[in-house]
């Protein structure tokens, strides 16, 4: 999930917002969410870390995401 978010955001800031982008951003997505339905099932006091650090890649794939839909938006015009 690291791997590909750090691809997203350095493909983001070469101006490439294109397949391998968006493949990234999939890529890092769907291993959030196995990571999160892990979270639910751990012991609280494991969980509680686990989930602040989740919670922080979270917003920044929620920020990359949003990227790839400006840039959807902006070709529908």
Not at 3 to 8: D, G, R, S, T, V
Not at 46 to 71: F, I, K, P, W
């Amino acid at each position: 999930m690291l791997e590909a978010m750090a691809e997203a955001r350095a493909l983001n800031e070469s101006g490439e917002k294109g397949r391998q982008f968006r493949r990234c951003l999939e890529v890092a997505r769907d291993n959030y969410d196995r990571l999160l339905a892990e979270l639910i099932t751990a012991e609280p006091s494991t969980a509680q870390y686990a989930r602040g650090l989740a919670d922080s890649m979270g917003n920044h794939l929620t920020e990359l995401e949003r990227l790839v839909e400006s840039t959807s938006s902006r070709r529908e015009m």
